[in-house]
């Protein structure tokens, strides 16, 4: 659950220098479109597990059509997810040029949608229908992109949800220290260090940054993600687990690769799996998206031929 996105993909050919200013003119190929965001940490997570709910907002629009068959297509319910009139629904377009014969890359993104900041009888209702098919669900991943899917309310039943033992795990690129009292975070190396500058003094440790925020936050475990330096997991008990890249470090496009790796980790916990056993599996997870161009997800195939990859080779720790 959280902030519902979609990712489309402008492509074309760059042909000349415009005269109106001096940026090129890109002649237009096609579009793609993906699900983005909570969108596909719901995408990851029904490739690899049996039954997928999806909560969040959308707009009454065109992206909103384009957006939810995708997400059904997948096998994900989507009967939480809410459609709010006059608002619009959250869309990244990346514009993607190069020649013919070459790979095409980014050029600039436009984004679109603003936050719900403030709107408490929306975030009552999506904390309502969370707390109704609660009890058909054994784990939860927060995706916050900054769009306040997640209000207070939602954040309260969540922690609540936490406390009668089910696992909830959050994912936040800009409010970590929002949630609290509950089973996980993922964050990637950025995210720990603005952390430690904001409740830490600047603290610039990330394995003192991981392990106070246990303390601070409440938390069983963090996992912290490092790009091509692995993974290290904390946990509540003193343990601390360093887990090699898996796979090269010559990374194509790191699109998707956090959500990859809460949604991966957050469905080894919720499936009653060893924390450790979980964070190896999202490490391999991300080994397989990174190598793929634009947001993409990890097959159960892929996933199980990474981690026969990493074990011939001898990568992952013992535990």
């Given at each position: 659950?959280?902030?519902?996105?979609?990712?489309?993909?402008?492509?074309?050919?760059p042909?000349?220098?415009?005269?109106?200013?001096?940026?090129?003119?890109?002649?237009?190929?096609?579009?793609r479109?993906?699900?983005g965001?909570a969108?596909?940490?719901?995408?990851?997570?029904?490739?690899?597990?049996?039954?997928?709910h999806?909560f969040?907002?959308?707009?009454?629009?065109?992206?909103?059509?384009?957006?939810?068959?995708?997400?059904?297509?997948?096998?994900i319910?989507?009967?939480?997810?809410?459609?709010?009139?006059?608002?619009?629904t959250?869309?990244?377009?990346?514009?993607m040029?190069?020649?013919?014969?070459?790979?095409?890359?980014?050029v600039?993104?436009?984004d679109?949608?603003?936050?719900l900041?403030?709107?408490?009888?929306?975030?009552?209702?999506?904390?309502?229908?969370?707390?109704q098919?609660?009890?058909?669900?054994?784990?939860?991943?927060?995706?916050?992109?900054?769009y306040?899917?997640?209000?207070?309310?939602?954040?309260?039943?969540?922690?609540d949800?936490?406390?009668?033992?089910?696992?909830?795990?959050?994912?936040?690129?800009w409010?970590?220290?929002?949630?609290?009292?509950?089973?996980?975070?993922t964050?990637?190396?950025?995210?720990?260090?603005?952390?430690?500058?904001?409740?830490?003094?600047?603290?610039?440790?990330?394995?003192?940054?991981?392990?106070?925020?246990?303390?601070i936050?409440?938390?069983?475990?963090?996992?912290?993600?490092r790009?091509?330096?692995?993974?290290?997991?904390?946990?509540?008990?003193?343990?601390?687990?360093e887990?090699p890249?898996a796979?090269?470090?010559?990374?194509?496009?790191?699109?998707?690769?956090?959500?990859?790796?809460?949604?991966?980790?957050?469905?080894?916990?919720?499936a009653g799996?060893?924390?450790?056993?979980?964070?190896?599996?999202?490490?391999?997870?991300?080994?397989?998206?990174?190598?793929?161009?634009?947001?993409?997800?990890?097959?159960?195939?892929?996933?199980?031929?990474?981690?026969?990859?990493?074990?011939?080779?001898?990568?992952?720790?013992?535990?």
């Open positions: 659950m959280g902030d519902l996105i979609l990712d489309e993909y402008v492509y074309g050919v042909r000349r220098l415009s005269r109106e200013a001096p940026v090129p003119i890109i002649e237009y190929e096609g579009s479109y993906v699900p965001g969108c596909n940490s719901a995408s990851a997570a029904a490739a690899v597990a049996e039954t997928v999806l969040g907002f959308v707009g009454n629009d065109q992206n909103a059509k384009r957006l939810l068959p995708l997400l059904q297509e997948r096998g319910n989507t009967s939480g997810v809410i459609v709010v009139p006059d608002w619009q959250v869309t990244k377009t990346r514009i040029a190069g020649s013919i014969h070459t790979a095409k890359h980014q600039v993104r436009i679109k949608g603003t936050p900041v403030g709107q408490k009888t929306l975030h009552e209702r999506l904390a309502a229908a969370i707390h098919a609660a009890p058909n669900i054994d784990a939860w991943l927060i995706s916050d992109y900054g306040m899917t997640v209000g207070k309310p939602v954040e309260e039943v969540l922690k949800l936490s406390a009668e033992g089910a696992v909830v795990v959050a994912d936040s690129r409010r970590i220290h929002d949630f609290s009292r509950i089973t996980a975070v964050p990637n190396e950025e995210e720990a260090l603005e952390f430690g500058r904001y409740m830490l003094n600047f603290e610039k440790d990330v394995r003192r940054i991981g392990e106070s925020m246990l303390e936050l409440q938390l069983r475990y963090v996992l912290l993600t790009g091509n330096k692995g993974m290290i997991l904390f946990s509540a008990d003193g343990k601390r687990k887990i890249v796979g090269t470090t010559e990374i194509v496009d790191v699109s998707g690769a956090g959500d990859e790796v809460a949604a991966l980790f957050t469905a080894g916990l919720g799996g060893d924390p450790l056993m979980a964070a190896e599996l999202a490490n391999a997870a991300a080994g397989v998206v990174v190598m793929k161009r634009g947001t993409a997800v990890a097959s159960t195939d892929e996933i199980r031929a990474k981690l026969e990859e990493v074990s011939c080779r001898g990568a992952h720790p013992e535990p």
